[in-house]
Nanobody
Framework: QVQLVESGGGLVQAGDSLRLSCAASGRTLGNYNVAWFRQAPGKEREFVAAITASLSNTYYQNSVKGRFTISTDNAKNTVYLQMNSLKPEDTAIYYC???????????????WGRGTQVTVSS
């Protein structure tokens, strides 16, 4: 099975950028569909972005299109989420998820990291 560890979160101001990393161990992440989800206080977990194992197709939630970019570095077995023009409403815990079959908006991914906190102040 694959283990996922997120990093890169922090406290930033509106308009700033952050790059989240999802480092995998145990399996080659390139063989998995990988997604980022987020959960804000008092809200349900929601899909943010995904990249497929085959063809590396990418998908985004409408609210992050044009601001966030998901990418893969197979040599580092890591998936990134570049977040630009951050807004206070992006504040949440961001989770990385992977699955060999399931993708992309569904939260039914088989493997999850513990999350990294992103806080955007106005």
């Amino acid at each position: 099975q694959v283990q996922l560890v997120e990093s890169g979160g922090g406290l930033v101001q509106a308009g700033d950028s952050l790059r989240l990393s999802c480092a995998a161990s145990g399996r080659t992440l390139g063989n998995y569909n990988v997604a980022w989800f987020r959960q804000a206080p008092g809200k349900e977990r929601e899909f943010v972005a995904a990249i497929t194992a085959s063809l590396s197709n990418t998908y985004y939630q409408n609210s992050v299109k044009g601001r966030f970019t998901i990418s893969t570095d197979n040599a580092k077995n890591t998936v990134y989420l570049q977040m630009n023009s951050l807004k206070p409403e992006d504040t949440a815990i961001y989770y990385c998820a992977a699955d060999p079959r399931i993708c992309c908006v569904s939260p039914d991914f088989g493997y999850w990291g513990r999350g990294t906190q992103v806080t955007v102040s106005s």
